[in-house]
């Protein structure tokens, strides 16, 4: 059976949630205190996992804003609805003995703890009735034989809810998510074990050895047979969690070994890659791996043929503790290694799953209808603002960033460049390489921080920098430290043989950058007069000054946006024989510091 949405009623801060459809991973995306836990916990009261379903209490879980007077023990609080398989079409068929084919379910809940279940689109006529010997073939149906007949549906019927009472899907909710022991006395374990006395903290180990193929009970009588045995079996464990964590956790390159000392079992993890390869165990890790490590222990060993077997994961705030990578790794773990459904709630970016936001669901409150959910992405600017992050990541990762960059100073220079590059292209002209993403990066000081940022992705990065104090230092910054070699650093300068300082703009000739500013900023210049100091070498500082000797503010963004708005329309009168020469000079020298960083 699998889940295909649900409705909650008067829980908590809810007064009607609305209609939640429920995907294979379903994200409720929704602000602190927005009842976002209110909706797992009153859907895991359905079905809990260890079957003992419970009433649900006036005084706690009734909305407090409401009177008691509205409350009854038969007052509804969850609706859900569930989708069978095509096997289990068929078996419901032989149970009902019906030629009908009932795809859906309907099982509720209301206040005291019991099931309403009712078959979606379920015809009572259809079910088939036992034959009955009858001798006189004119004799007519007495009352009691009609009364046999809807007997006979009824038990039908009761048989069928009793076998969807068997198949629902039990709901395992976790808050607070188990943090497995990196030190553990196999001899006290295996004491406890033997007495029926095992701990939380002994469950959670045993899901460890489960996982890791070992028996605690094994290990504990090679003890005194065979240490040599004892390290393989822990060796050939290590190696197994190894090479799954390499695959969940992208952070870094992490080894899992696994110690046996006298009666002690410890679990090692060290960083291969660093200069020291020390080993650290599991206790003194990072809150954030001991999370991640656990959960994918815990889960691993309870889906695969364990109690999660045939469940759905409420998960209230997976990964509160991780990176934003590690975030990112637990959605594909979710994705990748989960047969079950999960519904879990978040407020983090990195929580959203971009790649298929059908997955996400807002989660907003309001003072009059208390917590309601939308299947569309609608809320406050708060509920939203996660997702919004989200999308920001995920735009500026697919369209500024790519395997190799151009790593510009500001927007300016990417307008420039890339609608100058797309019309040269269409000439066959000296264009930039297809493969180079141009990246502005919002200011010179903001570069390093980007080739930092890439070239940590093992990405490609080229820089391309005005040539002023501000760029200068920058550049020698990025050399510096190392982050790329010199090469790889093109100043606008270095195409402009003649200046010692030049800016993007500097590649236009002086008579087009001219009529741009006269019309950009007509009305602020109408009855002035601009009085150019040529001796200024860069054109941007030249309009400058010029501006504030009007008292007018000046704006180079204004202009370039003229620029590509003119691009669009009339590139040919825009584009003199100097700009497009000096623009393919530049992309001349781009493209050759390309081949080298391929090379």
Not at 44 to 58: F, G, Q, R, T, V
């Amino acid at each position: 059976m699998k889940l295909i949405k649900f409705r909650i009623y008067n829980y908590r801060s809810i007064n009607d949630s609305g209609e939640i459809i429920v995907r294979d991973n379903t994200a409720l995306l929704g602000r602190n205190e927005s009842g976002k836990t209110n909706l797992l916990l009153a859907l895991y009261s359905l079905n809990p996992a260890d079957k003992k379903m419970y009433d649900l209490s006036e005084v706690k879980d009734f909305p407090r804003d409401r009177p008691l007077s509205e409350y009854s023990e038969d007052l509804n609080a969850v609706d859900s609805y569930w989708e069978f398989s095509e096997d289990e079409i068929k078996e419901l068929k032989e149970i009902l003995n019906t030629t009908q084919a009932i795809k859906q379910v309907k099982i509720s809940r209301p206040y005291q703890a019991e099931y309403y279940i009712d078959f979606i689109g379920f015809e009572e006529d259809k079910i088939t009735l036992p034959k009955v010997e009858n001798n006189d073939e004119n004799e007519i149906d007495t009352e009691s034989e009609i009364i046999d007949k809807q007997k006979f549906i009824e038990e039908q019927i009761d048989k069928a809810k009793d076998w969807v009472s068997e198949m629902i899907p039990t709901f395992i909710y976790l808050d607070d998510y188990p943090i497995i022991n990196g030190h553990v006395n196999i001899d006290q374990f295996v004491q406890r074990k033997k007495q029926n006395q095992l701990s939380s903290d002994d469950i959670y180990f045993q899901k460890l050895t489960k996982v890791a193929g070992l028996d605690p009970e094994e290990l504990h009588e090679l003890l005194s047979q065979s240490h040599e045995k004892r390290q393989q079996l822990a060796n050939r464990a290590g190696a197994v969690v190894t090479k799954k964590i390499h695959e969940l956790w992208k952070d870094r390159t992490l080894k899992v070994r696994f110690n046996l000392d006298a009666g002690h079992f410890d679990t090692l993890i060290s960083d291969p890659t660093t200069v020291y390869d020390v080993e650290v165990n599991l206790d003194e890790r990072s809150r954030g791996l001991k999370w991640f490590f656990s959960f994918y222990i815990t889960f691993a060993a309870d889906t695969k043929g364990g109690t999660a077997d045939n469940s759905i994961l409420l998960l209230d705030e997976p990964g509160l503790f991780l990176h934003a990578v590690a975030q990112r790794d637990l959605l594909n773990h979710f994705k990748k290694d989960f047969n079950n459904q999960i519904i879990y709630t978040t407020h983090s970016p990195f929580m959203v799953p971009t790649e298929d936001l059908t997955k996400v669901r807002t989660v907003n409150i309001a003072q009059d209808e208390g917590t309601t959910v939308t299947n569309d992405p609608k809320g406050d600017s708060k509920t939203l603002f996660p997702l919004q992050s989200a999308l920001g990541y995920e735009i500026s990762q697919t369209l500024f960033i790519g395997e190799y960059s151009l790593i510009v100073e500001g927007i300016t220079d990417f307008w420039y460049l890339s609608s100058i590059s797309e019309y040269l292209k269409d000439k066959n002209k000296t264009s930039i390489h297809k493969e180079i993403v141009i990246t502005p990066c919002g200011g010179a000081r903001k570069i390093p921080y980007m080739v930092a940022l890439l070239t940590s992705q093992s990405l490609k990065v080229l820089v391309l920098l005005d040539s002023e104090s501000t760029a200068k230092i920058t550049g020698n910054e990025i050399i510096k430290n190392k982050l790329i070699k010199d090469d790889f650093v093109i100043y606008i300068s270095d195409i402009l043989d003649n200046k010692k300082e030049s800016d993007i703009e500097d590649l236009l000739d002086d008579k087009t950058f001219d009529k741009l500013v006269e019309e950009a900023y007509s009305k602020e210049l109408k009855g002035g007069k601009l009085t150019l100091n040529h001796k200024i070498p860069r054109l941007i500082q030249r309009y400058e000054l010029a501006f504030k000797n009007l008292n007018i503010e000046f704006n180079k963004t204004r202009i370039a946006r003229l620029f590509i708005e003119k691009m669009s329309h009339i590139p040919d009168e825009i584009l003199s024989k100097e700009t497009i020469n000096n623009f393919e000079t530049l992309f001349k020298a781009i493209n050759k510091q390309y081949k080298k960083l391929k090379e």
